[in-house]
């Protein structure tokens, strides 16, 4: 980002001078590198957005009509049933697959959920409560022949879970930038499937055809109108390179083999009520907890004050998680890991939650 | 955003550990500098979004109704007319109001084109082809009755032009973030008046009413969802705040300055058309030109190759603009200045100039 802003600081497709063109092959070399990791179809078909969000609202009302039916689980975030509630306003219906009280999916709750007006089924690909993974090959095998298409929200698992878009079979993949892909926020987006297409949620200038006063119909510049954040998507780039030299399968490792010790450490804590699912190789590195009877706020502030430990406290955008844990009337404390967590970190945090839970 | 992204790294809203506190205040006190630029009635009433396109778009797609008629001149940019030919297929028509062939608009021909459906004037505050300004002033006093509400697409002018939303009475100020308000792309936004609301364009997470599956109803939440680009609005903030200091008033001085000397300059060169304003007093510091016979294209090649210039050829994103001009078959070679464009910096630009069409 730094050398972007001191050495480049043009804006991709908005001039024929050097600078742009510097911007415009950065911007291209970050869609192939994107493209690489969750093996696109073509690097045009990686569309940026400033977060996660803007994507799931790009994918839903770019997508869905009225009269249309979609699917998801009950462990959604809000920026996958904030917008399908508006919908429903309008006349798209929603029906919701149940998960279990750890968050787990059975594929056939979602078959069971279909209709023949179903045209979407959306999951989270991880809780961003438990981490939880969900069954997205499953899903996805079960409903190809079918013709309903498949979007998924990786905003927990995009750079911890190795995710390929065609073999899985999502027609819609949508990320963020500033978890585990280690970039920068306001960075997000989407893949988008050979077969599929969308209207855009934003219209405007491209830098292309702009001798007319229509969207231009080729991808990206179809769905990615006015100024890119460059500088953002430098920063996702410089990320996702240093993240594919690692390799995401040793992220994954890494992040499995912290939250087993993590997990065998709570058994042995009286007080301490774990959520999700008890073993981590169906989770990503996101766990919520609870001390006895402390409100999740308190623990998080005696984790900061005393501990140096950040944690997210409450209901974390997703209500529908908690309603399907048990934990809606009072939230939970969430820890998480990344590739650069230490076995010394979740030592120190095991330490700190048996103070807390032994005062 | 060295600072934010070395010593903070906290998402606004979404926990109540110090770094997101930290945050939540920076981003804060971002709303604040901008609500007292543009004296905005709240700093709650400053939204931001990802460019001045997507501020745009969520004041067309938010105000608009079918059946709703919308008066524009004919120096909009395609952030403005692309989302409005998109919304002509949904039942909003639209008039634009003929500028004249320097860009000038007479207040009386948006007052010629209401009918009693308008509901909505937008108008550029200044062409980004040639900088004329547009009587943004004029047209509010006279549609201050009406209950017509009034938009100001303010990206050449946030910065450079003094606007006081409250005094001249605009009910939505759209602005980018990266040009003369001297922050980084991926910026912008939108200031909403006392009393107009909007519908979401992206619905999702706030960090707040985590409880509801509906969209909060509040500002600035209810328009804001998902992770902020906080890195993005901390360098926004420490660029207004440099720029409140230096003063607006002083940067418009500068710029008017260094534009009467290059005007004047062209005047001597045989050649080369100018386009715009022939008076600096009535345009931002854009000049938009072309060397006889010469393809824009060409002339920009020659000015960076030759003369380390750099400038944007073509249409720029207005297809109308350049109509009104008499330019939309070959384009022109569009020059910029900032506050930090010296004197010498236009004497260099003469001299290419001239050079060039000597050739």
């Given at each position: 980002?730094?050398?972007?802003?001191?050495?480049?600081?043009?804006?991709?497709?908005?001039?024929?001078?050097?600078?742009?063109?510097?911007?415009?092959?950065?911007?291209?070399?970050?869609?192939?590198?994107?493209?690489?990791?969750?093996?696109?179809?073509?690097?045009?078909?990686?569309?940026?957005?400033?977060?996660?969000?803007?994507?799931?609202?790009?994918?839903?009302?770019?997508?869905?009509?009225?009269?249309?039916?979609?699917?998801?689980?009950?462990?959604?975030?809000?920026?996958?049933?904030?917008?399908?509630?508006?919908?429903?306003?309008?006349?798209?219906?929603?029906?919701?697959?149940?998960?279990?009280?750890?968050?787990?999916?059975?594929?056939?709750?979602?078959?069971?959920?279909?209709?023949?007006?179903?045209?979407?089924?959306?999951?989270?690909?991880?809780s961003n409560?438990?981490?939880?993974?969900?069954?997205?090959?499953?899903?996805?095998?079960m409903t190809?022949?079918?013709?309903?298409?498949?979007?998924?929200d990786a905003?927990?698992?995009?750079?911890?879970?190795?995710?390929?878009?065609?073999?899985?079979?999502?027609?819609?993949?949508?990320?963020?930038?500033?978890?585990?892909?280690?970039?920068?926020?306001?960075?997000?987006?989407?893949?988008?499937?050979?077969?599929?297409?969308?209207?855009?949620?934003?219209?405007?200038?491209?830098?292309?055809?702009?001798?007319?006063?229509?969207?231009?119909?080729?991808?990206?510049?179809?769905?990615?109108?006015?100024?890119?954040?460059?500088?953002?998507?430098?920063?996702?780039?410089?990320?996702?390179?240093?993240?594919?030299?690692?390799?995401?399968?040793?992220?994954?490792?890494?992040?499995?083999?912290?939250?087993?010790?993590?997990?065998?450490?709570?058994?042995?804590?009286?007080?301490?009520?774990?959520?999700?699912?008890?073993?981590?190789?169906?989770?990503?590195?996101?766990?919520?907890?609870?001390?006895?009877?402390?409100?999740?706020?308190?623990?998080?502030?005696?984790?900061?004050?005393?501990?140096?430990?950040?944690?997210?406290?409450?209901?974390?955008?997703?209500?529908?998680?908690?309603?399907?844990?048990?934990?809606?009337?009072?939230?939970?404390?969430?820890?998480?890991?990344?590739?650069?967590?230490?076995?010394?970190?979740?030592?120190?945090?095991?330490?700190?939650?048996?103070?807390?839970?032994?005062?």
């Amino acid at each position: 980002m730094k050398d972007y802003l001191e050495n480049c600081g043009g804006s991709p497709g908005r001039a024929a001078h050097g600078k742009a063109l510097v911007a415009s092959r950065l911007v291209y070399g970050v869609r192939d590198l994107l493209s690489t990791l969750f093996n696109a179809s073509s690097p045009d078909r990686v569309i940026f957005t400033k977060n996660a969000t803007e994507a799931i609202n790009l994918v839903l009302f770019g997508f869905l009509n009225p009269g249309d039916h979609v699917v998801v689980s009950s462990m959604e975030h809000n920026a996958v049933m904030r917008p399908l509630r508006e919908l429903e306003k309008r006349g798209i219906s929603l029906s919701i697959a149940q998960c279990d009280l750890h968050g787990f999916l059975d594929p056939l709750a979602v078959k069971a959920a279909l209709t023949p007006r179903t045209r979407l089924i959306l999951l989270t690909h991880a809780s961003n409560v438990t981490g939880t993974l969900l069954p997205i090959a499953d899903v996805a095998a079960m409903t190809r022949e079918s013709g309903i298409r498949f979007a998924v929200d990786a905003a927990q698992t995009a750079g911890v879970c190795p995710i390929d878009v065609q073999s899985v079979g999502v027609d819609f993949l949508t990320f963020t930038g500033h978890k585990s892909l280690g970039g920068p926020q306001g960075t997000g987006g989407l893949v988008l499937g050979p077969d599929v297409d969308l209207r855009p949620l934003v219209f405007g200038g491209t830098g292309s055809a702009s001798e007319s006063e229509f969207q231009p119909e080729f991808l990206p510049d179809k769905l990615e109108s006015g100024t890119l954040n460059a500088v953002g998507v430098a920063g996702l780039g410089a990320a996702v390179s240093s993240l594919l030299n690692f390799g995401v399968e040793n992220v994954a490792q890494h992040e499995r083999k912290l939250m087993h010790a993590f997990r065998n450490g709570l058994l042995e804590l009286p007080h301490v009520i774990p959520y999700g699912s008890e073993n981590p190789e169906n989770a990503v590195g996101v766990l919520s907890l609870n001390v006895g009877d402390l409100p999740c706020e308190e623990v998080g502030l005696q984790l900061e004050r005393d501990y140096d430990i950040l944690t997210r406290t409450g209901l974390h955008c997703a209500p529908a998680a908690h309603h399907t844990l048990g934990t809606f009337g009072r939230g939970t404390v969430r820890f998480s890991v990344s590739r650069f967590t230490t076995e010394a970190d979740i030592s120190a945090a095991l330490d700190a939650l048996a103070k807390i839970a032994r005062r």
